[in-house]
């Protein structure tokens, strides 16, 4: 079955970077795009990046381009979220999801349980 | 950018109870509409894509409508699991983009 696991986050000081791994598993990896989606305490969805399914082309949310970067890792099944200049606006728990179908860039098909990042001095 | 609204931000209802939840875009989004759930410390889950089609394990309680700028997800006759927080989301297709509404919570009356 499809597993998705986040790791990385934690505390940092603003203008600190962090950088997010989430390991797939229990499907063919370079078939999907993938996207990360982040939700910042007791708040709603915001997405925040994808990636396709062969790492050529990324897109993200304004709230982070210039700042965020996604990238992939075949040999290792892992995505990841490289995150510079921190804010505590960029406070949240951070999923990644693969998307529905292998057909562009879909919907968040399947999530992972995700992982918070909390951006304090 | 476009914008989704969700209503009501939170509905009442018992299990049992027909719900009918509303998301509004700013602009056509046509079919390119998405609905999750959302329970308490878990990560979203899909229900519905393309504004119509249920996804795999989605009960058939659940069912999507809609196209253009008005959406509708109706759950026939309420579960005890179904009260969670219901998320829209829309795709833009180039390039793309990604929007969520604010989200209806639905909650035992």
């Known amino acids: 079955q499809v597993q998705l696991v986040e790791s990385g986050g934690g505390v940092v000081q603003p203008g600190r970077s962090l950088r997010l791994s989430c390991a797939a598993s229990?499907?063919?990896?370079?078939?999907?795009?993938m996207h990360w989606v982040r939700q910042a305490p007791g708040k709603g969805l915001e997405w925040v990046a994808v990636?396709?399914?062969?790492?050529?082309?990324?897109y993200y949310a304004d709230s982070v381009r210039g700042r965020f970067t996604i990238s992939r890792d075949s040999s290792r099944n892992t995505l990841y979220l490289q995150m510079n200049s921190l804010t505590t606006e960029d406070t949240a728990v951070y999923y990644c999801?693969?998307?529905?179908?292998?057909?562009?860039?879909?919907?968040?098909?399947?999530w992972g349980q995700g992982t918070l990042v909390a951006v304090s001095s | 950018e476009i914008v989704l609204t969700q209503s009501p931000a939170t509905l009442s209802l018992s299990p049992g109870e027909r719900a009918t939840l509303s998301c509004r875009a700013s602009?056509?989004?046509?079919?390119?509409l998405a609905w999750y759930q959302q329970r308490p410390g878990q990560a979203p889950r899909l229900l519905i894509y393309?504004?119509?089609n249920r996804a795999t394990g989605t009960p058939a309680r659940f069912s999507g409508s809609g196209s253009g700028t008005d959406f509708t997800l109706t759950i026939s006759s309420l579960e005890p699991e179904d009260f969670a927080v219901y998320y829209c989301?829309?795709?833009?297709?180039?390039?793309?983009?990604?929007?969520f509404g604010q989200g209806t919570k639905l909650e035992i009356k």
């Open positions: 999801a693969r998307a529905l179908g292998k057909d562009g860039y879909s919907y968040g098909g399947f």
């Open positions: 602009q056509s989004v046509s079919s390119y």
């Open positions: 229990g499907f063919v990896f370079i078939s999907y795009a």
């Open positions: 990636i396709s399914f062969d790492g050529n082309n990324e």
């Open positions: 989301q829309q795709r833009s297709n180039w390039p793309p983009r990604y929007t």
């Open positions: 393309d504004a119509s």
